[in-house]
Every structure is written in structure tokens, then in C-alpha cells.
């Protein structure tokens, strides 16, 4: 009987050591995000913001960690309406991402903890309607660069929750994840 045991701990033990973390080199993954805060500038009522994020594994850096290069999109605006005029300002940023992954949790293989600087572009809309003329401009469009950092945690092989912190269009996205 203790042999028994000995055998099944230890092939569950070398499961463990072995199992595989979710982000590999030749991964992709993608997040869908919603995010609350925001350094970006309005007034009145804000539209919820929306992210959409895609990294893929790169390079294996040798011990627990890969490199992954990728893309983000994100959307949000502001509209206030009073005392005869209305504004309207609203963010789009466009940015290239690399990240480091760390796979050093071999305990917990469907954990993804990563970090990452995202080069980013803000373009920005602001109109002005009421008396007087009308205004558009691109006032407060510009290049960034931004840190982040987060998480994903995968239910199954292919799907996941994740937030992260840092510069975007918001200062917490948190959504779904996919692995392709």
C-alpha cells in the first residue's frame, strides 16, 4: 500500500514540475477588455472603454520566461451637453507591445504572468457644438511610451479571465482571454 502511494505522488509530482505553463514560444493570445480609470481628459458622461490586445510568443529566454511582440487597440470618449453646447472628445490609441512572460510556476500551469512596454499612439477627436461656429481638431494626439503589467488565468486550454494594470485607454482592463 505505501508503495502504492509513493508511486502515485510521484508521478503526480513529476506532472506538476512538468506541466506546462500557457504561454509558450509560438503561443498566441488575445484579450478583450472593458477598463475603468482613465488619465485621459473630458468632461460629462464617458462611454465605457473597450481593448482588444493580441501577443504572441517569440522568443524562449531560456529558465522560466518567453518574449512576446503584439499589438493593442483601444477605444473610449467623453460627451458633456449643457448650457447651449455640446462636447465630444474621443481616444483611440494604437500601440506595438513586447512583453516578458514568466513561467516559473510550474504548480500552477495555467497561470500567465507578464510585463511588458507598449510604443502607442493616442488619437485624438474633440468637437465643439453651440453658438458660434462649430469646432474640430485633433488637439492632445500624440506618441507614448507605456508600461503594463498582468495577469491571465486559463479555465480551459483555450479560454481565460486576465486584467492588467498600466496605460492604455484605461488604467485596469480586466476581460476575457483566448489562446489560439
Known sequence: MKKTIFVILAVFAATVAYAQQPFQEGTTMANL???VGTSLNGLGNARPTISIAVDHGFWDVGGPGVISL?????????????????SKWNYMVVGVRGAYHYNGFPS???????????LAYN???????????????????????TGFVGARYFFTDNFGAFAELGYGVSALNVGVTFKF
Open 108 to 118: 500552477v500551469p495555467e497561470l500567465d504572468l507578464y510585463g511588458g512596454l507598449m
Open 33 to 35: 477588455g472593458i477598463g
Open 70 to 86: 503584439g499589438g493593442y487597440v483601444g477605444n473610449t470618449g467623453y460627451k458633456y451637453s449643457g448650457m447651449g453646447y455640446t
Open 123 to 145: 488619437f485624438v477627436n474633440y468637437s465643439f457644438d453651440g453658438s458660434g461656429t462649430p469646432i474640430s481638431n485633433s488637439y492632445g494626439s500624440g506618441l507614448g511610451l
